[in-house]
C-alpha cells in the first residue's frame, strides 16, 4: 500500500513538475558567446534602440543597476546585450532579422556570454580556472562579473531558459585570440559538445553559426584566421559559416563599425531563418517551405506511432503480398482515419520508405507540433508480380511492366483490405496517394486516372513512367472540381526533372491548381523526406489553393538563361528570383520594369525575388554600384539603345508563339548596299515553310522595331517567324515574307531628334532600298495588294507616315502602340492635313488599316486616342484593337498574331 502511494505522489509531483517547467515551443533560445566581436563594440547608435519588438528578449547575464536589470531575468532587448557598458553586437540585429521573419506567435530569446580578448580555452570548462589565474589585469573585472566562469553563467543562464523556451541553436564569434591556431576548430568542438551534454540538447537539432572576422577585404588584421574558421564544418557538422566579406569595421581593424554588426547579424539570421525552413516574405506572412533542421530525428519525449508488416491476397498478381502500416500516436479502432498510400521507387519495396526515410519518425514529430490530420499510411510493394523482390535486374521489362499492373492490384486488392481491416474512411476525400521517383510516376498515372478514388496526389521526383500531360488528364476541367491537392516537387539538380517540369508546364497552361516545389537538391531521400513532410500537412483538411504558388524554393531557370546558367529563376508565380555573383560591390539591383534592391549574402551572392512579371518577353539591367549592365547569365538583345538582358516569362496564352513539331520557315540574315544612305544595312528575312521549293510568288510584310531596337527585334524578342509558322500550319493566315528592316535612320532617338525629316529619310530608304532589294532577291509578288506594312511604337509612326502617305505602294498597314504625337502639331498637323486632303484614295487602296494598343497602361495610349478620334473627324477608315500589357513585347507579339490572318486575303 505505502509504494502505491509512493507511485501516486511521485506521479502528481512530477506531473506538477511538468507543468511548472513546460517549454514553450514557440519561444525560441539562442546562446551566444565569444569575444569582443560579439559582446559588443561598437557605438550603441539611436536607431538601436528603436522599434526593438517586445518579443525579442535577453536574459540579463549580469546585474546592472543603472539599467535597472538584474541578472536572471528577462527584459525586452534593448542594447547593451551583453554587460551593463558593452556596445552594439551581432545579436542585436540576428534578434530583429529573426522576428522580422518569423510569424507573429514566435518569440527569441537571447542569451550573451562574451569576454573581449579572451581564447576560446576560456570556455572550455576543464580549462577555465587555468586560464582565469593567469588572466591579465585587464580582463579580471570582466570575469568577475561571471564569478570568474563565463562558462558556467552560460549554461546557468541557458538552464533559466529551458524552464520558458526551447534552445534553437548557439552562436560563437572568437578567433581573433586564437589567430593562426590550427587546433582551434577541435577546442570549439570541446565547447560546443560539453554545451549540448551539459544543456541535454540534440546535437542534429542544435547547430553552431560561427562567424568570421573582420575580413581581409576590410583589412583585417586577423582576417587569416578565417581560413581556419572556414574548416569548422569538417569537425563539427553541424556548424555554419557566417561570412563577414563586405561587413565594415573600426578603423582598428579588429572590430566591426555599427553598420558591419548590423549586416552580420542579419547573415547570422538569414542562416538560422534557412535552417527553420522559412521563406522570407518581405514584411508578409511568413511560413515554413522546407523542413526545419532535426525533422526527421526521434523525439523521446513524445508519442509515438505504430509500424507493422501485413499482408493481403491479391487476385490480381495471384499471390499474398506485403505491406508495411503505419497507425499514429493515440490510435483507436473506435475512431476512423483517412488513409495516405505511400509508394516507393524501381529499386525498393514495401521497406524503402522505412529504411530510408524513417517516415514514422517525421510523421510523430508532426503530429507532436500539431501539423497534420491523423492519418493511416500504407506503404506496399508497388511491384504487383509473384515475385516482386528489388533484386537481380530490376529494370527487366516484366518487373517494370508489373509497376503498372499494380494499378490494378491497388484498386481492387490493396484498398478494399485496408478497408476491411482498419478503422478507415471510405470517400475520396479522405484517400490521399504520393510516392517518389516509379512510385511518383505511379502516383500521378493512378490518383489522376481513378479521380474517384483520390483526392490527394503527390509526386516526388516523378520517374519517366509518368504518362505524357494529355493522357495523365485528358480533362483539366474534370481535375480541377476534383483535386484538394496536386503536388508536383523535385530537386533541381536531379536529372529527371524534365518529367515534372512537363507535368507542370501543362498544369499551368491549363489553369489546374497544383503546388510545384523546386529545392536544392539530387535524386535522393533527402529531398524525398522533404516532400512528405511539406505533403502530408496539406493532407486532409481545408487547402487555401491561391497561396500554392508561394510554396517553391526555387523555380525553373528562364528559358533564355545561356547554357546550364541557373538563375534567373522563373517561380511558379511568375516572381523572378535573381542570384548575382558581386563580391565586391556594395550595392547591387534588378532593373526590370521597376529597380528591386538586391540582398547580399555570407558569400557575397546577391538576391533578389520580384514581383510578379509580365508574361511573355521582358528587357531587364543588373545596376551594378549603380552601372547598369547585360546580366552575364542571360541572354542579351538589342534593346533600350543597347545591349541589354532579356528574360521570358512562362504565359499560358502563349500558344501562338510556342516552338512545335510542325514545318518551320527559315530567317535569313541579309546585308545590302543602301544608295539612299550609301552606306551597307541589314534586314532580317522571314521565308515561309516551303519556300525553297516553291515556284509561286509571295505577298510581302515590311515589319518594323520600336525605338532604341533593330532589325533583330522581330526575329529575336518578337518570335515573329514562330506566330507565322503555327498560324501558316493552321491555314489561319497566307504564306508570306517578312522583311525586318532596320528603322534606324541616324540621329532618329526621342522627341527632339524624331522629326518629319527623319520619317522621310526612312520613306526613301524603304522605297529606294529595301523593297527593291526584296523584289530582286526573293520571290515575291511586285505589287500593292502583295505588300504590307506595320511597326511598333517608332516602327509605328514610320508606317503611319510612309505607309499612309505610299497607300499606292501598301494594302495593309498596322500600327502597334502608336501614334502621332499630340503635343508635337509640327510633326503631326501636315499628316492630318494630307489625310483630309486624299481621304477617298487612302480608304480606297488601304484594304485594312489596323491599330493597336496595350491597353491604358501603354505609354502610347493617350496619343493614339486623339489620333484616332481625328481619324474618325476626317472620315479614315480603320480597325483599333487592344491587349492588355503595355508598351511591350508580350503585346506586339499579340499583334502580330491578330494583324497577320488578315493579310493577303482580298485577292
Same mark, same amino acid.
Given at each position: 500500500?505505502?509504494?502505491?502511494?509512493?507511485?501516486?505522489?511521485?506521479?502528481?509531483?512530477?506531473?506538477?513538475?511538468?507543468?511548472?517547467?513546460?517549454?514553450?515551443?514557440?519561444?525560441?533560445?539562442?546562446?551566444?558567446?565569444?569575444?569582443?566581436?560579439?559582446?559588443?563594440?561598437?557605438?550603441?547608435?539611436?536607431?538601436?534602440?528603436?522599434? &526593438?519588438?517586445?518579443?525579442?528578449?535577453?536574459?540579463?547575464?549580469?546585474?546592472?543597476?543603472?539599467?535597472?536589470?538584474?541578472?536572471?531575468?528577462?527584459?525586452?532587448?534593448?542594447?547593451?546585450?551583453?554587460?551593463?557598458?558593452?556596445?552594439?553586437?551581432?545579436?542585436?540585429?540576428?534578434?530583429?532579422?529573426?522576428?522580422?521573419?518569423?510569424?507573429?506567435?514566435?518569440?527569441?530569446?537571447?542569451?550573451?556570454?562574451?569576454?573581449?580578448?579572451?581564447?576560446?580555452?576560456?570556455?572550455?570548462?576543464?580549462?577555465?580556472?587555468?586560464?582565469?589565474?593567469?588572466?591579465?589585469?585587464?580582463?579580471?573585472?570582466?570575469?568577475?562579473?561571471?564569478?570568474?566562469?563565463?562558462?558556467?553563467?552560460?549554461? @546557468?543562464?541557458?538552464?533559466?531558459?529551458?524552464?520558458?523556451?526551447?534552445?534553437?541553436?548557439?552562436?560563437?564569434?572568437?578567433?581573433?585570440?586564437?589567430?593562426?591556431?590550427?587546433?582551434?576548430?577541435?577546442?570549439?568542438?570541446?565547447?560546443?559538445?560539453?554545451?549540448?551534454?551539459?544543456?541535454?540538447?540534440?546535437?542534429?537539432?542544435?547547430?553552431?553559426?560561427?562567424?568570421?572576422?573582420?575580413?581581409?577585404?576590410?583589412?583585417?588584421?586577423?582576417?587569416?584566421?578565417?581560413?581556419?574558421?572556414?574548416?569548422?564544418?569538417?569537425?563539427?557538422?553541424?556548424?555554419?559559416?557566417?561570412?563577414?566579406?563586405?561587413?565594415?569595421?573600426?578603423?582598428?581593424?579588429?572590430?566591426?563599425?555599427?553598420?558591419?554588426?548590423?549586416?552580420?547579424?542579419?547573415?547570422?539570421?538569414?542562416?538560422?531563418?534557412?535552417?527553420?525552413?522559412?521563406?522570407?516574405? @518581405?514584411?508578409?506572412?511568413?511560413?515554413?517551405?522546407?523542413?526545419?533542421?532535426?525533422?526527421?530525428?526521434?523525439?523521446?519525449?513524445?508519442?509515438?506511432?505504430?509500424?507493422?508488416?501485413?499482408?493481403?491476397?491479391?487476385?490480381?498478381?495471384?499471390?499474398?503480398?506485403?505491406?508495411?502500416?503505419?497507425?499514429?500516436?493515440?490510435?483507436?479502432?473506435?475512431?476512423?482515419?483517412?488513409?495516405?498510400?505511400?509508394?516507393?521507387?524501381?529499386?525498393?519495396?514495401?521497406?524503402?520508405?522505412?529504411?530510408?526515410?524513417?517516415?514514422?519518425?517525421?510523421?510523430?514529430?508532426?503530429?507532436?507540433?500539431?501539423?497534420?490530420?491523423?492519418?493511416?499510411?500504407?506503404?506496399?510493394?508497388?511491384?504487383?508480380?509473384?515475385?516482386?523482390?528489388?533484386?537481380?535486374?530490376?529494370?527487366?521489362?516484366?518487373?517494370?511492366?508489373?509497376?503498372?499492373?499494380?494499378?490494378?492490384?491497388?484498386?481492387?486488392?490493396?484498398?478494399?483490405?485496408?478497408?476491411?481491416?482498419?478503422?478507415?474512411?471510405?470517400?475520396?476525400?479522405?484517400?490521399?496517394?504520393?510516392?517518389?521517383?516509379?512510385?511518383?510516376?505511379?502516383?500521378?498515372?493512378?490518383?489522376?486516372?481513378?479521380?474517384?478514388?483520390?483526392?490527394? &496526389?503527390?509526386?516526388?521526383?516523378?520517374?519517366?513512367?509518368?504518362?505524357?500531360?494529355?493522357?495523365?488528364?485528358?480533362?483539366?476541367?474534370?481535375?480541377?472540381?476534383?483535386?484538394?491537392?496536386?503536388?508536383?516537387?523535385?530537386?533541381?539538380?536531379?536529372?529527371?526533372?524534365?518529367?515534372?517540369?512537363?507535368?507542370?508546364?501543362?498544369?499551368?497552361?491549363?489553369?489546374?491548381?497544383?503546388?510545384?516545389?523546386?529545392?536544392?537538391?539530387?535524386?535522393?531521400?533527402?529531398?524525398?523526406?522533404?516532400?512528405?513532410?511539406?505533403?502530408?500537412?496539406?493532407?486532409?483538411?481545408?487547402?487555401?489553393?491561391?497561396?500554392?504558388?508561394?510554396?517553391?524554393?526555387?523555380?525553373?531557370?528562364?528559358?533564355?538563361?545561356?547554357?546550364?546558367?541557373?538563375?534567373?529563376?522563373?517561380?511558379?508565380?511568375?516572381? &523572378?528570383?535573381?542570384?548575382?555573383?558581386?563580391?565586391?560591390?556594395?550595392?547591387?539591383?534588378?532593373?526590370?520594369?521597376?529597380?528591386?534592391?538586391?540582398?547580399?549574402?555570407?558569400?557575397?551572392?546577391?538576391?533578389?525575388?520580384?514581383?510578379?512579371?509580365?508574361?511573355?518577353?521582358?528587357?531587364?539591367?543588373?545596376?551594378?554600384?549603380?552601372?547598369?549592365?547585360?546580366?552575364?547569365?542571360?541572354?542579351?538583345?538589342?534593346?533600350?539603345?543597347?545591349?541589354?538582358?532579356?528574360?521570358?516569362?512562362?504565359?499560358?496564352?502563349?500558344?501562338?508563339?510556342?516552338?512545335?513539331?510542325?514545318?518551320?520557315?527559315?530567317?535569313?540574315?541579309?546585308?545590302?548596299?543602301?544608295?539612299?544612305?550609301?552606306?551597307?544595312?541589314?534586314?532580317?528575312?522571314?521565308?515561309?515553310?516551303?519556300? @525553297?521549293?516553291?515556284?509561286?510568288?509571295?505577298?510581302?510584310?515590311?515589319?518594323?522595331?520600336?525605338?532604341?531596337?533593330?532589325?533583330?527585334?522581330?526575329?529575336?524578342?518578337?518570335?515573329?517567324?514562330?506566330?507565322?509558322?503555327?498560324?501558316?500550319?493552321?491555314?489561319?493566315?497566307?504564306?508570306?515574307?517578312?522583311?525586318?528592316?532596320?528603322?534606324?535612320?541616324?540621329?532618329?532617338?526621342? &522627341?527632339?531628334?524624331?522629326?518629319?525629316?527623319?520619317?522621310?529619310?526612312?520613306?526613301?530608304?524603304?522605297?529606294?532600298?529595301?523593297?527593291?532589294?526584296?523584289?530582286?532577291?526573293?520571290?515575291?509578288?511586285?505589287?500593292?495588294?502583295?505588300?504590307?506594312?506595320?511597326?511598333?511604337?517608332?516602327?509605328?509612326?514610320?508606317?503611319?507616315?510612309?505607309?499612309?502617305?505610299?497607300?499606292?505602294?501598301?494594302?495593309?498597314?498596322?500600327?502597334?502602340?502608336?501614334?502621332?504625337?499630340?503635343?508635337?502639331?509640327?510633326?503631326?498637323?501636315?499628316?492630318?492635313?494630307?489625310?483630309?486632303?486624299?481621304?477617298?484614295?487612302?480608304?480606297?487602296?488601304?484594304?485594312?488599316?489596323?491599330?493597336?494598343?496595350?491597353?491604358?497602361?501603354?505609354?502610347?495610349?493617350?496619343?493614339?486616342?486623339?489620333?484616332?478620334?481625328?481619324?474618325?473627324?476626317?472620315?479614315?477608315?480603320?480597325?483599333?484593337?487592344?491587349?492588355?500589357?503595355?508598351?511591350?513585347?508580350?503585346?506586339?507579339?499579340?499583334?502580330?498574331?491578330?494583324?497577320?490572318?488578315?493579310?493577303?486575303?482580298?485577292?
Amino acid at each position: 500500500m505505502k509504494s502505491i502511494l509512493r507511485f501516486f505522489a511521485f506521479t502528481i509531483l512530477f506531473s506538477i513538475a511538468q507543468k511548472g517547467y513546460s517549454q514553450d515551443p514557440n519561444f525560441h533560445v539562442y546562446l551566444s558567446f565569444g569575444q569582443s566581436n560579439m559582446e559588443g563594440y561598437a557605438k550603441i547608435e539611436p536607431q538601436d534602440k528603436l522599434g &526593438v519588438d517586445d518579443r525579442f528578449q535577453v536574459l540579463q547575464a549580469v546585474d546592472c543597476p543603472e539599467l535597472k536589470r538584474e541578472k536572471g531575468n528577462w527584459y525586452t532587448a534593448i542594447p547593451p546585450l551583453c554587460r551593463c557598458s558593452t556596445g552594439l553586437t551581432p545579436v542585436d540585429y540576428f534578434g530583429r532579422n529573426l522576428l522580422a521573419n518569423l510569424p507573429k506567435n514566435i518569440k527569441v530569446g537571447v542569451i550573451n556570454v562574451a569576454v573581449g580578448g579572451c581564447k576560446i580555452e576560456l570556455f572550455d570548462k576543464d580549462k577555465t580556472a587555468q586560464y582565469v589565474a593567469t588572466a591579465p589585469d585587464w580582463m579580471k573585472g570582466i570575469l568577475q562579473e561571471y564569478d570568474g566562469n563565463p562558462y558556467a553563467r552560460l549554461v @546557468e543562464l541557458a538552464k533559466i531558459a529551458q524552464k520558458k523556451g526551447v534552445i534553437k541553436g548557439i552562436l560563437l564569434h572568437q578567433g581573433e585570440s586564437n589567430t593562426g591556431d590550427t587546433l582551434w576548430p577541435k577546442k570549439v568542438k570541446i565547447v560546443y559538445d560539453n554545451l549540448i551534454k551539459d544543456l541535454n540538447l540534440d546535437p542534429k537539432k542544435v547547430p553552431l553559426l560561427s562567424g568570421e572576422t573582420v575580413n581581409e577585404d576590410q583589412n583585417g588584421k586577423c582576417g587569416s584566421m578565417n581560413k581556419i574558421i572556414a574548416t569548422l564544418p569538417k569537425t563539427i557538422p553541424n556548424s555554419y559559416i557566417i561570412s563577414s566579406k563586405g561587413c565594415t569595421a573600426e578603423a582598428d581593424f579588429l572590430h566591426f563599425n555599427a553598420a558591419g554588426y548590423r549586416e552580420l547579424g542579419r547573415r547570422y539570421a538569414d542562416k538560422m531563418l534557412w535552417l527553420l525552413g522559412y521563406k522570407f516574405f @518581405e514584411g508578409k506572412s511568413p511560413f515554413i517551405v522546407q523542413a526545419p533542421l532535426g525533422f526527421d530525428q526521434f523525439n523521446t519525449n513524445i508519442p509515438i506511432g505504430k509500424v507493422e508488416t501485413i499482408t493481403y491476397e491479391s487476385k490480381t498478381v495471384g499471390s499474398t503480398r506485403k505491406a508495411t502500416i503505419y497507425t499514429p500516436p493515440g490510435f483507436s479502432k473506435k475512431k476512423k482515419y483517412p488513409v495516405l498510400y505511400l509508394l516507393h521507387g524501381i529499386g525498393g519495396d514495401e521497406k524503402e520508405w522505412l529504411n530510408g526515410a524513417n517516415p514514422q519518425i517525421i510523421l510523430d514529430n508532426l503530429y507532436a507540433e500539431a501539423k497534420i490530420e491523423p492519418m493511416i499510411v500504407v506503404m506496399p510493394n508497388g511491384r504487383a508480380m509473384k515475385e516482386d523482390s528489388a533484386t537481380g535486374n530490376i529494370m527487366a521489362p516484366d518487373k517494370v511492366q508489373a509497376f503498372a499492373v499494380f494499378e490494378k492490384d491497388l484498386l481492387n486488392d490493396l484498398i478494399p483490405f485496408i478497408e476491411k481491416k482498419y478503422p478507415v474512411l471510405k470517400d475520396r476525400e479522405h484517400r490521399a496517394i504520393a510516392g517518389l521517383s516509379m512510385g511518383a510516376g505511379q502516383s500521378l498515372n493512378f490518383g489522376l486516372g481513378n479521380l474517384d478514388k483520390f483526392a490527394w &496526389v503527390g509526386a516526388f521526383s516523378a520517374a519517366p513512367n509518368t504518362k505524357i500531360p494529355e493522357e495523365l488528364l485528358p480533362d483539366p476541367e474534370i481535375a480541377k472540381k476534383k483535386l484538394k491537392l496536386l503536388w508536383i516537387s523535385c530537386g533541381d539538380n536531379d536529372w529527371l526533372i524534365e518529367n515534372s517540369k512537363r507535368t507542370h508546364d501543362y498544369l499551368y497552361k491549363n489553369d489546374v491548381p497544383h503546388i510545384y516545389y523546386i529545392e536544392p537538391g539530387v535524386h535522393d531521400f533527402k529531398v524525398w523526406k522533404n516532400g512528405l513532410y511539406m505533403f502530408s500537412q496539406f493532407l486532409f483538411k481545408p487547402v487555401d489553393q491561391s497561396s500554392f504558388a508561394a510554396y517553391s524554393i526555387l523555380g525553373n531557370p528562364a528559358q533564355t538563361n545561356i547554357r546550364t546558367a541557373k538563375y534567373p529563376q522563373i517561380l511558379p508565380d511568375n516572381k &523572378v528570383l535573381f542570384k548575382v555573383n558581386a563580391p565586391e560591390a556594395s550595392k547591387v539591383q534588378i532593373d526590370l520594369g521597376k529597380k528591386y534592391d538586391m540582398t547580399r549574402d555570407s558569400e557575397g551572392f546577391w538576391t533578389v525575388t520580384t514581383d510578379v512579371i509580365n508574361k511573355g518577353f521582358n528587357y531587364y539591367s543588373l545596376l551594378i554600384d549603380a552601372v547598369a549592365l547585360a546580366d552575364p547569365s542571360s541572354q542579351t538583345f538589342y534593346g533600350m539603345g543597347r545591349m541589354a538582358s532579356g528574360i521570358e516569362i512562362p504565359n499560358k496564352e502563349g500558344d501562338f508563339y510556342a516552338l512545335k513539331d510542325i514545318p518551320h520557315g527559315d530567317i535569313r540574315i541579309k546585308k545590302y548596299f543602301s544608295k539612299a544612305t550609301n552606306s551597307w544595312r541589314e534586314m532580317y528575312v522571314y521565308t515561309p515553310p516551303g519556300y @525553297e521549293n516553291a515556284t509561286e510568288k509571295y505577298p510581302v510584310l515590311y515589319l518594323l522595331h520600336g525605338g532604341g531596337e533593330d532589325q533583330t527585334g522581330w526575329a529575336s524578342q518578337g518570335k515573329a517567324n514562330l506566330i507565322l509558322d503555327n498560324l501558316i500550319a493552321e491555314n489561319k493566315a497566307k504564306p508570306m515574307i517578312i522583311a525586318m528592316l532596320d528603322g534606324n535612320m541616324g540621329n532618329t532617338g526621342g &522627341v527632339a531628334g524624331f522629326n518629319e525629316n527623319a520619317l522621310k529619310a526612312f520613306e526613301n530608304e524603304l522605297k529606294t532600298g529595301a523593297i527593291p532589294f526584296v523584289e530582286s532577291n526573293f520571290k515575291v509578288e511586285k505589287d500593292a495588294k502583295n505588300r504590307a506594312l506595320a511597326g511598333l511604337s517608332m516602327g509605328g509612326l514610320q508606317t503611319l507616315y510612309a505607309g499612309v502617305k505610299n497607300s499606292d505602294l501598301f494594302s495593309y498597314i498596322g500600327v502597334f502602340s502608336s501614334g502621332w504625337w499630340a503635343n508635337n502639331t509640327i510633326l503631326s498637323e501636315p499628316q492630318y492635313e494630307f489625310m483630309k486632303n486624299n481621304v477617298g484614295m487612302i480608304n480606297a487602296n488601304i484594304k485594312e488599316f489596323w491599330i493597336s494598343m496595350g491597353g491604358k497602361e501603354d505609354i502610347a495610349y493617350e496619343n493614339c486616342k486623339i489620333m484616332i478620334k481625328k481619324f474618325d473627324q476626317l472620315g479614315i477608315k480603320y480597325k483599333y484593337s487592344e491587349y492588355p500589357g503595355g508598351h511591350a513585347w508580350p503585346v506586339w507579339r499579340h499583334d502580330l498574331f491578330m494583324f497577320a490572318p488578315l493579310l493577303f486575303q482580298q485577292q
